[in-house]
């Protein structure tokens, strides 16, 4: 049987300019929503269409997607607003731009938005999402550090996607600043392009970035294609590069969340003398800084945490 598709006619429908600047929002958001369930159904980023690896190359932010597969979230996002008129509905433009409102900040006031990041219990996800969606990037590039500290909490959010377009357009903003490239390479980490995310780190690494967080998160990315590695010989070479640039970020900065991880894969590859040391040096470490964390009233997940997987490695 034939099927022939039959929509609600919109051609007399004609949008008034503030409700056609809506689309570019909507389409935008339409990619989002896509992206966002693909990751959470386990999709990753693929340079090719893969259903049984569940790759897609459509996994990227909106702003690199090709403009046809721009123009199909468009007219996606176009022909839902001329459904909702031709049926009778209004659409009534805010007096002005939406922006979050009580304790969630005003998006235009960068100096209150990040007052507000500081307390992490006063801005919902979706005061966050609107203070993106209303920003000014003018303003914004004047205090480079709310695209930081943004980009940072909507990854704890799970919001990787987002958090690498704010990222993105900081680092367009500050090409030099090493945080925000940090935070571009952990999304797409996060998002499942793994090996892009493991290019742009090791390109840290060339041009001589051997901080912990730079270090650790290449290392993260090697430990990540271990883990997804077939091949025999493949997956030794990613364990043995997790396992370098992990050490190597202890030795440099001896913070015990790459020395964990550094006695673990050590383990995983066989050392096990290697694997007890350090776990017993990080051991040592955590016992210290749970103690003064404990005095200070701050997060202990992390130091417990680790003590955990120190035991383990201890037996």
Partial sequence: MKYEPHPIDTSNVALPDEIVELTELLARNTHENWARQRVEDDWRYGPRRDDLRREHPGLVSYDELPED???YDRTTALETIKTILSLGYRIQPPDSPAAPSSADADAGDVTGLLAALDAPASLSLKALILAWQSHDPARWAARPEIYRRLAERLLKLGESLLAYDIATEGHKAL?????LRQLRALALSRAGATR???ERLRALYDEGHRDEESLGLLARTHKDLWSQAGDGAARADQLRLALRFYSEAYELSGGYWT????ATLALLSGDSARAHALAREVREKCLADLARTEAAGGDLYWPLATLGEAALILG
């Fill in 69 to 71: 597969e721009k123009d």
């Fill in 175 to 179: 090409p030099g600043d090493l945080r």
């Fill in 196 to 198: 892009r995310a493991n």
């Fill in 259 to 262: 020395g964990i991880n550094a």
